[in-house]
């Protein structure tokens, strides 16, 4: 079965700092993984994916997030934040033998204080 | 970017009412769209797979007649709660994977949800 973790219900960062948002995943098979964003009572934005090739995966909003094949992890990261970041992030993979299924982490909602 | 459109946003409705959601693909066809339910803090649930031109492909728990969808078109797909009831409220959000895109690498695009509220 596939499935994906996010460990942390909420991730909490200093505008002007570093941030990371986690996702381990357990796929059968080749991950095809994504991140996505989600503003209250709005729907979901594709941020980025990995399908293949470079480890680092550079998405919208200077996102970017690294594919770690040994530790099974997908991190998403941005070397700077925004108070704008703050929102809900989904981590998903991507069923390797039924393409129209998603599934998804379960959100981590990131505050970003001034 | 693709832009998918979902109508209305939100929807207060009586118990017993029935409730339609549009999920249009604007710039592009979806052979395939999906629906998903989201409950207060959680993550999505997917509750169909709607294909064109042919019957929709529930998930297991969720109630086909009760959740009629219908996908006439290469860019629009409906759900319809039938008979809602309160316990029916929650946020509903459609996607879509652009058909013309390998399957396996495309990525989903989003509706902007619909907040159905049952009185």
């Known amino acids: 079965a596939q499935s994906v973790a996010q460990p942390e219900d909420q991730v909490n960062v200093a505008e002007g700092n570093p941030l990371t948002v986690k996702c381990t995943y357990s796929?059968?098979?080749?991950?095809?993984l994504f991140w996505y964003v989600q503003y209250p009572n709005r729907g979901l934005q594709f941020l980025l994916k990995y399908i293949t090739g470079d480890n680092l995966v550079k998405g919208s909003y200077g996102f970017e997030a690294e594919f770690n094949k040994s530790q099974t992890s997908f991190h998403l990261k941005k070397p700077s934040a925004l108070v704008s970041d703050s929102a809900l992030y989904f981590c998903?993979?991507?069923?390797?033998?039924?393409?129209?299924?998603?599934?998804f982490g379960s959100g981590t909602k990131l505050n970003v204080k001034p | 970017g693709a832009v998918v459109s979902q109508h209305p946003s939100r929807v207060i409705c009586k118990s017993g009412t029935s409730v339609k959601i549009e999920c249009r693909s604007l710039?592009?066809?979806?052979?395939?769209m999906f629906w998903y339910r989201q409950f207060p803090k959680k993550s999505l649930m997917l509750m169909a797979t709607?294909?064109?031109?042919?019957?929709?492909?529930?998930e297991q728990g969720v109630e086909k007649d009760k959740f009629l969808i219908n996908h006439a078109s290469l860019t629009l797909s409906t759900l319809t709660v039938t008979s809602a009831h309160p316990e029916d409220s929650s946020f509903y959000i459609c996607?879509?994977?652009?058909?013309?895109?390998?399957?396996?690498?495309?990525?989903?695009?989003f509706g902007e949800g619909s907040r159905l509220t049952v009185l």
């Open positions: 998903a993979v991507r069923d390797p033998y039924n393409f129209n299924k998603f599934y």
């Open positions: 796929v059968s098979g080749n991950p095809y």
């Open positions: 996607s879509a994977r652009d058909s013309q895109r390998a399957a396996n690498t495309g990525e989903l695009f």
């Open positions: 710039d592009f066809q979806a052979t395939t």
């Open positions: 709607s294909n064109e031109g042919s019957k929709a492909t529930y």
